[in-house]
């Protein structure tokens, strides 16, 4: 069984959207292997930690830490404010600064909640039988049955509220 992914040709850390000619489908290593050439293009770190988690060198929580460590460290100036905002709350910024011209809305229904990651250790990775899905060492092989990703109807994280 084939899985596809959705890939942004221009990728939404770089000014792309949701819009359907942005977007073409691809195989888990087609989408592995254009963000690899993305990076080798722009050098932009996204594409590079895209490229490791989808050619599985490393796992969704190291590309989550990474990507926030470098969120909070990148402050831009606004454009239409001159205040110093991260580069990773820009897009918020921006819809609060033009009235909801340019960026996004902020996504509340996140608020309150946080992911456990008391039992994460090490890197993991989701795998699914189709029903179940279940994370387990990077390391570790696939049981029979079972495949990498995820089926998306069960709980993806463990949610605790804060």
């Not at 895209?50 to 909070?72: T, V």
């Not at 404010?81 to 921006?94: A, G, P, T, V």
């Not at 946080?114 to 060492?137: A, E, F, H, Q, V």
Request: a positive charge; glycine letters at 10%.
């Amino acid at each position: 069984m084939t899985i596809y992914h959705w890939h942004h040709i221009v990728p939404k850390h770089a000014g792309g959207t949701d819009d359907t000619s942005n977007l073409v489908r691809l195989t888990i290593e087609e989408h592995a292997e254009a963000h690899k050439k993305l990076y080798e293009q722009y050098g932009r770190e996204q594409d590079l930690w895209a490229w490791q988690g989808l050619s599985g060198q490393i796992g969704k929580d190291e590309i989550i830490h990474k990507s926030l460590r470098k969120g909070s460290q990148t402050k831009i100036s606004c454009k239409y404010c001159s205040r110093k905002i991260s580069e990773h709350n820009m897009s918020r910024h921006l819809y609060s600064c033009t009235n909801g011209k340019e960026g996004v809305k902020a996504n509340n229904t996140r608020k309150g909640m946080k992911l456990d990651t008391s039992n994460w250790k090490g890197t993991l990775k989701s795998i699914t039988n189709g029903k179940k899905d279940r994370r387990i060492k990077h390391d570790d092989p696939i049981p029979e049955g079972w495949y990498k990703g995820s089926c998306r109807k069960g709980t993806k994280y463990k949610t605790k509220s804060l």
